[in-house]
């Protein structure tokens, strides 16, 4: 189980607690890990960060929080843009009694809002799209710098995974659909599936095993995927798939608008 180190930062010990008991929650009904720390100030976050390389997946930043006098820096929006001169790919998301950063929240790239008092509800569905984000960060470089070595034949052979769209189940053997064409092996796709990093690729049925990265639509019965190929998704799976895409969508987004609006970061 992948452990996901996250931080609480708000000038209130209240609201940290509140969010922690949330949290444990949250862990225990998704089956996920959480490493918390909790900051107490702005200033207290980014040293940790820059001083002492303190590594984050995840934080949850309150934008009304008092800073030392001595410091330039005073608002939790202050501190995201501070952030973001050293670290770009950190999933940020705001907690906050107002909703009228919105703008200054699209050019920190925040994944989102929480608004006081925060809720379950919100607070379990905003950490699962962030779960998601971070998974899709760190697994989308690891997906283009590794290989997968299979036999075709008598002959062993080396394929980088980020050229395989998808796998398919034909009988027994599997169908390889690379950017380069097709490759047969007699291998099962269980076989394959458990040499391949599990968050780039994805059961989608039964039969298919589709790179996430090669992913173009979702649709209701089918996958659209590099190449204009339909891959077909079960109902097992097509909501989750969906999620992911969609929130892929978001950040892509996201950032062709930051550029067209000349939004860079320091």
């Not at 309150?62 to 050293?86: C, L, N």
């Not at 059961?203 to 077909?232: C, D, S």
């Amino acid at each position: 189980m992948r452990v996901f180190e996250m931080a609480i930062c708000d000038d209130e010990e209240y609201w940290i607690e509140d969010i922690c008991g949330y949290l444990k929650a949250f862990m225990s009904e998704e089956e996920v890990e959480l490493h918390v720390s909790k900051y107490h100030s702005g200033i207290e976050l980014l040293d940790d960060m820059r001083e002492n390389g303190k590594n984050l997946d995840i934080i949850l930043l309150d934008v009304e929080m008092p800073m030392s006098e001595d410091w330039p820096v005073y608002t939790g929006m202050e501190i995201a843009t501070e952030i973001r001169k050293f670290n770009k790919e950190i999933i940020i998301c705001f907690v906050t009694s107002h909703r009228n950063y919105a703008f200054d929240a699209f050019k920190v790239n925040a994944s989102g809002y929480l608004e006081k008092p925060v809720s379950y509800l919100e607070l379990k569905e905003m950490l699962n799209k962030c779960i998601r984000e971070v998974r899709y960060i760190k697994d989308r470089e690891m997906a283009e710098d590794t290989y997968l070595q299979i036999s075709f034949g008598k002959e062993p052979f080396i394929i980088p995974v980020k050229k395989i769209i998808y796998i398919e189940k034909l009988r027994n053997k599997c169908i390889l659909h690379t950017t380069e064409g097709e490759l047969t092996c007699y291998k099962t796709l269980s076989d394959i599936y458990d040499r391949l990093n599990p968050n780039v690729f994805f059961y989608v049925h039964q039969g298919y095993i589709v790179n996430f990265n090669h992913i173009w639509e979702v649709k209701e019965k089918v996958i659209v995927v590099t190449g204009a190929l339909e891959v077909p998704v079960s109902r097992k799976y097509h909501n989750d798939m969906r999620d992911r895409h969609m929130d892929k969508i978001y950040r892509l987004r996201a950032e062709k608008e930051r550029e067209r609006m000349g939004i860079t970061e320091e």
